[in-house]
């Protein structure tokens, strides 16, 4: 069964809970879940619509970043949501596998709450015919000692391990300096 609506809410009323001062800066996700919660998960929703992603974490406080091909940005791994994803914990974990080749086992969960939600815009692309449109990306934090074993050459062109400090998005560096290392 795909991501459901209710699995979505839940997942964005925990969050807001634990961090309540990102309501305002969720708005958009909010609203976009209110006004069409049964197609948030699809890609074909341009008004916004979710994604997954991974904040792999190594022991030495590295956290690894993707060249997107298309974007040609330097983000985290991630993606879209499939009609085979039942969770968004688990959508991450594949995409994450996907674009890197890292196996799955070698990958922990650190909490199954997502440590940080984007909201980043997304430029059209008239190749896929899509017009500019939002991504709300649900962020999970994983640990893994393993290295990337294979690119997805058709979407990632490179990866980088970057330490936490050098992320200077906030509140996302802020909560990845304050996860302990193990």
């Known amino acids: 069964m795909?991501?459901?609506?209710?699995?979505?809410?839940?997942?964005?009323?925990?969050?807001l809970s634990r961090h309540p001062e990102d309501k305002?800066?969720?708005?958009?996700?909010?609203?976009?879940?209110?006004?069409?919660?049964?197609?948030?998960?699809?890609?074909?929703?341009?008004?916004?619509?979710?994604?997954?992603?991974?904040?792999?974490?190594?022991p030495d406080g590295r956290v690894l970043?993707?060249?997107?091909?298309?974007?040609?940005?330097?983000?985290?791994?991630?993606?879209?949501?499939?009609?085979?994803?039942?969770t968004l914990m688990g959508a991450a974990l594949r995409e994450l596998a996907e674009?890197?080749?890292?196996?799955?086992?070698q990958v922990t969960p650190d909490s199954p709450l997502p440590l940080h939600i984007d909201i980043h815009p997304i430029p059209a692309n008239p190749a896929k015919d899509e017009p500019d449109h939002q991504h709300f990306d649900?962020?999970?934090?994983?640990?893994?000692?393993?290295?990337?074993?294979?690119?997805?050459t058709e979407e990632v062109l490179d990866y980088s391990w970057q330490f936490a400090d050098q992320i200077t998005a906030e509140p996302l560096r802020t909560r990845l300096l304050a996860v302990p290392l193990s």
């Open 2 to 15: 795909p991501i459901t609506p209710q699995h979505l809410h839940a997942t964005l009323t925990t969050y």
């Open 99 to 105: 674009e890197t080749g890292i196996d799955p086992e």
């Open 24 to 58: 305002d800066g969720l708005a958009a996700l909010t609203t976009a879940l209110e006004a069409h919660p049964d197609t948030i998960a699809s890609r074909k929703e341009f008004r916004g619509h979710v994604t997954a992603g991974a904040l792999l974490l190594r």
């Open 65 to 86: 970043l993707v060249e997107h091909k298309a974007l040609g940005k330097w983000l985290f791994p991630g993606g879209h949501l499939e009609d085979t994803d039942t």
């Open 138 to 152: 649900i962020r999970y934090l994983f640990r893994t000692a393993a290295d990337v074993a294979e690119l997805q």
